[in-house]
């Protein structure tokens, strides 16, 4: 189950990320279905397969900034200003902070307004 630092703003749950739990999860879900949450119509409960099971934790429990606090060279970060799935004011904070926190003087992060369209 997925472990966040703070409360959903959906149903106030704290879900974990130990690996167990999806029963627990299950009945979650089924007693906001039953009380009529609005979110519940826009979430579906992750698949029981074994490689679903064994895939998501690679993925779910990935912190880029362990990565950035790596990088021993000049750095050129260019965002979208519109990214759809990643906030850009907190991914932005958190690659300065691992980059300063690696001590990495020589780094620029860009975020334009707009971006050139690539396609002809």
């Not at 472990?3 to 879900?29: K, M, N, V, W």
């Not at 907190?90 to 926190?101: G, H």
Request: proline residues 11%; contains cysteine; hydrophobic residues 35%.
């Amino acid at each position: 189950m997925l472990r966040l630092p703070f409360a959903t703003p959906h149903c106030g749950a704290r879900p974990q990320r130990s690996g167990i739990g999806y029963e627990s999860l299950r009945r979650d879900y089924r007693a906001a279905q039953k009380s009529g949450q609005v979110w519940i119509k826009e979430a579906e409960l992750p698949s029981e397969e074994p490689y679903f099971v064994k895939f998501f934790p690679t993925i779910a429990n990935y912190k880029p900034a362990d990565y950035w606090r790596l990088i021993h060279v000049p750095v050129l970060v260019v965002e979208a200003g519109q990214d759809e799935r990643i906030p850009i004011g907190p991914s932005v904070d958190a690659i300065q902070q691992a980059l300063r926190e690696n001590r990495n003087p020589d780094f620029t992060i860009i975020v334009p307004k707009r971006f050139p369209s690539f396609s002809r």
